[in-house]
């Protein structure tokens, strides 16, 4: 028995934000084998039904949403490729050609963008972590030190959905030693040395609130972000990246566990 809900029919989202681990339409016998609940008829998702965040639905039908949000929680795969990407896009406009008196605001803005980038990728990997595997779903519940209401943990299901949810997108992920403890309290991950990678959001906090002046600098200099600056900044980022999928190598298998295998 895995993680699967089989529909006899279709699945329809009329109200509500509705997210699984992956819906499958024209879904064969071979996933309701595999179900640990069948429905028969149509499951139909209003404001209050809870669709169960680590769980995969399947049809034997169609799945289709009138005016609701229906979508599924992110691989790590897709948030590690989402990462690369946008990187790659970073890269290209440091490449381009850019009036010498412009390139120094040029590259502030790239700055910003290469540990914005960071953030979203270690926001993401956590949510989808979490939200897709039910042993880090109770770690993070019961392990971790977040505001989750005692209220909202009684209540369960889609309430307490909801907070996690809401918990792990307000995470700052540039308060390094906060991941660090996410990572090792949910996953049993220690993550990479960070204090070279702690000294360039630093910076980013200077660049974003002072344009680049330290709290202590009041001369309104502007400072000069060279493209060594930011191509040493790419390579830091990309390294610790890196490392920390390295280090996320069992948690990643045990996301994809009864995943990747499942259907025909």
């Not at 699984?20 to 209003?46: H, P, Q, R």
């Not at 953030?119 to 989808?128: Q, V």
């Not at 000294?199 to 002072?210: A, G, P, S, T, W």
């Amino acid at each position: 028995m895995e993680r699967i809900v089989f529909v006899e029919g279709d699945i329809i989202a009329y109200s509500g934000k509705h997210f699984a681990k992956e819906f499958v339409c024209l879904a064969t016998d071979e996933y309701k084998e595999k179900a640990i609940e069948v429905i028969n008829g149509n499951l139909e998702l209003y404001e209050h039904n809870r669709i169960i965040p680590y769980y995969i639905y399947a049809a034997r039908g169609g799945v289709a949403s009138v005016s609701a949000t229906l979508g599924v929680v992110h691989s790590p795969r897709n948030v590690l490729n989402l990462y690369k990407e946008e990187i790659e896009k970073i890269k290209r406009l440091l490449n381009l050609e850019v009036p010498d008196d412009l390139r120094s605001t040029h590259n502030r803005h790239l700055f910003i963008g290469v540990i914005g980038t960071l953030e979203l990728f270690l926001s993401e990997i956590i949510s989808c972590l979490v939200l897709g595997e039910e042993h880090f779903y109770h770690n993070f519940v019961e392990k971790t030190n977040y505001k989750i209401s005692l209220k909202d943990v009684e209540e369960g299901g889609q309430i307490l959905d909801k907070a996690i949810y809401r918990v792990i997108h307000n995470i700052n992920a540039h308060k390094l030693k906060e991941i660090k403890d996410v990572f090792k309290n949910v996953f049993d991950v220690n993550i990479p040395n960070t204090s070279e990678l702690g000294r360039y959001i630093e910076k980013r906090h200077d660049l974003v609130h002072r344009n680049g002046n330290s709290v202590d600098d009041r001369t309104l200099r502007y400072v000069d972000i060279t493209d060594k600056i930011l191509q040493d900044l790419i390579l830091v980022v990309d390294t610790f990246v890196d490392h920390l999928m390295d280090a996320l190598v069992l948690p990643i298998e045990k996301w994809n566990e009864g995943f990747e295998s499942t259907g025909p």
